[in-house]
């Protein structure tokens, strides 16, 4: 048998030894997403027009974006026109159009601005300074939708994200696969629960890099935990730095889970050196680290040889940071937008409680430009389940205390990946402090953690017992089903109530 041969049946191997149960995941959060994808309309997604135009330009001129004004290429002028994009999006009482005659003319737009249309002029808006590499993938189906309309296009590119949300289910499953083995029926139980959050559905239902970059951290979590549990092979280690530098590679978000996964390289190495000698541990350790950073290493040596600052934008955000007030002040805002605020700090937020307002009720639903949310008392009654899961969570956690303090290593990598993550979005918050205070944070820069919010869900279907853990599962399930239905149905009454 050749070596090709070997490679393949090998693959195929790993392929079939993949739990069903894992594949329904993924398969779940594919259809959710493409649901998503189907009921949103065009370009009432945040940034989606500015995304497009990023991967419009790339795919014309085979070149980054270089300017980040609204200038978009005329055919996307014209579908955001026809659409009537601006006129709906953050109005709650506009809806897109619906009628026979402005449907015609739609569609008289659209062909109009295919005839017109041009190589575009390198604006790409907000989306701008983000890596290229989901935009590359998206170039794909744009190109195979080419023959259509730019809303065809639009379809087609919406679909690919759908099916990174299959990938992010899958690897939730599989992360949980080796992180809690002994219990398989929370692998299933957490794995759909986070396969139908809404979340994750509507944000993978339009042109976002969000939905790569959550994909590429749950393959990461997954193997970070297959090596805490099996060891760190030389293959895992490349895999970890090749993912590792495939998030560089797909949005800045990506630098805040990067000291977690640089954390985790060391304390592997570290612990396998007794078994393979220390210099192979070393050789292993380097060789990840440098792949993880080179996308890092070749963006700096790039801007050096443009006479530009070593990291671009984020030279600028880093300078702008440090010199925004004080770092006094910016540890209380910090803090304050995820934690209760502590005596003698002063009110960043007076209007307003982030954590309630900001995190607790976007994740239970804001969809639109934020302008389309379940009324005030289902936040309110989704206080409930959500303190019953953290509970029965908690309660598994006091159980296997002891198994808590032997994994301490592979825990603190998880916490500074989250940590480092909530740090980042609270810098770049901080930026536009106070004259937006609450405008930069949104859930949906949380979805990169989706494989420890799969974990907790799991430690409660766990912590509910043998005798009641079965029915504690099928109950956060339909939980989940219910709130990724009726989070679809307010999606639909706002734009075709």
């Known amino acids: 048998m050749s070596r090709r041969t070997q490679r393949r049946a090998g693959a195929s191997s790993k392929l079939t030894s993949i739990p069903m149960a894992a594949w329904l995941c993924a398969l779940v959060a594919f259809l959710s997403a493409a649901s998503w994808s189907l009921i949103t309309p065009a370009f009432q997604v945040p940034d989606e027009q500015a995304h497009f135009a990023y991967v419009e330009e790339l795919a014309r001129t085979h070149r980054l974006p270089s300017s980040s004004t609204q200038e978009y290429a005329p055919d996307e002028v014209f579908a955001l026109e026809g659409v009537e994009a601006p006129r709906v999006s953050l109005q709650p009482e506009q809806q897109p159009i619906s009628s026979e005659a402005g449907q015609k003319r739609l569609e008289s737009d659209l062909a109009s601005g295919a005839e017109s249309s041009s190589p575009g002029i390198g604006a790409a808006g907000v989306a701008a300074s983000e ?71 509507f944000i993978s239902g339009a042109v976002n890099p969000d939905s790569l970059l959550c994909a590429v951290a749950a393959s990461i979590f997954y193997c970070l935990a297959r090596a805490f549990r099996r060891g760190l092979t030389l293959r895992l280690a490349i895999l970890i730095g090749a993912l590792t530098a495939a998030g560089f590679l ?35 350790l380097t060789l990840a680290l440098a792949i993880a950073s080179s996308p890092v290493w070749v963006y ?44 003698g700090m002063h009110v960043d937020f007076a209007d307003i409680s982030p954590i309630r307002e900001l995190w607790f009720n976007g994740l239970v639903g804001q969809y639109g430009f934020e302008d389309t949310s379940f009324p005030r008392w289902v936040d309110n009654i989704a206080v409930i389940p959500v303190l019953a899961i ?8 006091f159980a296997h205390r002891p198994t808590l303090r032997q994994r301490i290593g592979e825990l603190s990598v998880y916490l500074t990946m989250t940590l480092g993550l909530l740090m980042l979005i609270g810098a770049s918050s901080y930026l536009s402090f106070p004259s937006q205070a609450a405008g930069f944070p949104e859930p949906r820069y949380l979805l990169p953690l989706l494989p420890l919010f799969g974990g907790v869900i799991a430690l409660a279907a766990r ?21 990724d239905l009726f989070s679809q149905l307010q999606e639909i009454a706002r734009f075709y109530g």
Do not use: C
Not at 335 to 341: D, K, V
Not at 463 to 483: D, E, K, M, Q, Y
């Open 463 to 483: 912590g509910a017992g043998r005798r009641w853990g079965a029915a504690a599962g099928a109950l956060i399930v339909v939980l989940f089903i219910a709130h």
């Open 131 to 201: 890596p290229p590499l989901y935009y590359a993938l998206e170039t794909i189906p744009y190109e195979l939708g080419a023959s259509g309309s730019v809303l065809d296009q639009l379809t087609l590119m919406r679909l690919l994200s759908a099916l990174l949300a299959g990938a992010s289910a899958l690897f939730v499953f599989l992360f949980l696969h080796e992180a809690l083995p002994s219990s398989p029926n929370a692998w299933t139980i957490a794995g759909l629960s986070a396969a139908l959050l809404p979340l994750l559905g």
């Open 250 to 284: 797909t949005k800045l978000g990506f630098l805040g889970l990067a000291p977690g996964v640089f954390l985790g390289l060391v304390l592997l190495a570290k612990r396998s050196a007794p078994a393979v000698g220390t210099r192979s541990a070393i050789r292993t």
């Open 300 to 343: 700096a040596i790039v801007n050096v040889i443009s006479h530009h600052k070593p990291l671009g934008i984020t030279s600028g955000v880093i300078t702008a940071t440090a010199s925004h007030h004080s770092l006094i002040s910016e540890a209380s805002f910090i803090w304050q937008l995820y934690l209760p605020r502590l005596p």
């Open 390 to 397: 953290v509970v029965l969570a908690a309660r598994d956690l």
